[in-house]
């Protein structure tokens, strides 16, 4: 509460200062539909209000933003852009480039951004050394998310190795649950495939493949066990994953029914909203085989060239989401880390202070990579030859080296 009260002081101040009148209204396109999601969010448009700045909702549903990202496009050729807007790496990049976005410059330079946002997220947010995003948070992708009555039911223990991963879902299978709670969508099964090919392939084939798009890398024995591996993965699936939300998968272990999943950490905002604590009634830990890496992907809120009060109003709303107070308040909710590395995680949970622990540590040993899955490994084009190519694996159509193949290919096509 007096942090709240706090933060509403923090941005009506800042909005005044920056402005030099009060800003009033931000229209923000975004896809945080999901449960955890809108209780984050609301956590940033409460704290809006506290300083007098309305909100206009605009939101595209679908995890990862795919259809987001597409409405985003009708809007803008249709000169109507948005004020903010929710969006993942090279995205950000793409629409500088077509100078679309404003300048966060002053504020940024105010604020000393450059000092407290890491590196890694610097990259997206500025484009030609200027600012053009507020970073939100950090989210990764390589976690499984875990039920811990059912694991105990079971007599399971974390899984330390693939094998051990496997297994431990053969005994789940065995006893009548679903193993791997997911939902058959191109950018959950890509979500999946990031961690599952960090793991088969390590830190340099990631970087090779993904990062690089170097054909060998792309066609190599790594990238056909990453996909064996994903054929065993499809064999823990229930009969129904075809097309299921990612939050609704989530559902299925909070409630018991299905034992893992695999997820970025936007899947803790549903374990909080069910009233459930980390570490107790549900567990995280890293896919088998991608310990000690990260693949991380930032929400930021891209700014639109939009003039007047509306661009009063995008100083606003950036200064509050770059606010210390505001980090805390909203990724607690959201499951991320803060976009700050400046941040006590005291008040995170068990979770999240390993998600802090463990982006410093990948960031210092250099095994943090930008999430394919989420945009930040290589451009949208790129990004979503790869997702065709992993999805129709995933649904039988190639085997293993058939669809290692493709990708080679995939890639070719989309540069
Ligand atoms: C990610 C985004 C997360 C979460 C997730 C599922 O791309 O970074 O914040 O929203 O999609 O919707």
Redesign the pocket.
Known sequence: MTMMKKLHLGVAALAISATGAVAQEVEVLH??T?GG?AAALNVLREDLAGGGIGWTDMPVAG???SDAMTVLRARVTAGDPPTAVQM?GFAIQDWAAEGALADLNALAEEQNWNEVVPEALQAFSTYDGNWVAAPVNV?STNWVWANTALMEELGIEQPGSWEEFVAAMQTAQDAGYTALAHGGQAWQDATIFDSIAMGAGGPEFYQAAFVDLDPEALGGAEMVEAFNRMATLRGFVDDNFSGRD?NLATAMVINGEALFQIM?D?AKGEFVNAGMTAGEEFQCFRVPGSEGTVTF?S?QFAMFNVEGDAADSQVAMASAVMSPEFQIAFNVV?GSAPARTDIDPSSFDACGQAAMADLAAAGDAGTLFGSMA?GHANPPSIQNAMYDVITAHFNGEFDAETAAEEMVTAVELAQ
């Open positions: 896809w945080w999901s999601e995890g990862g933003g993942l989210h990612w970025g936007w992907n929400d959201k989420h």
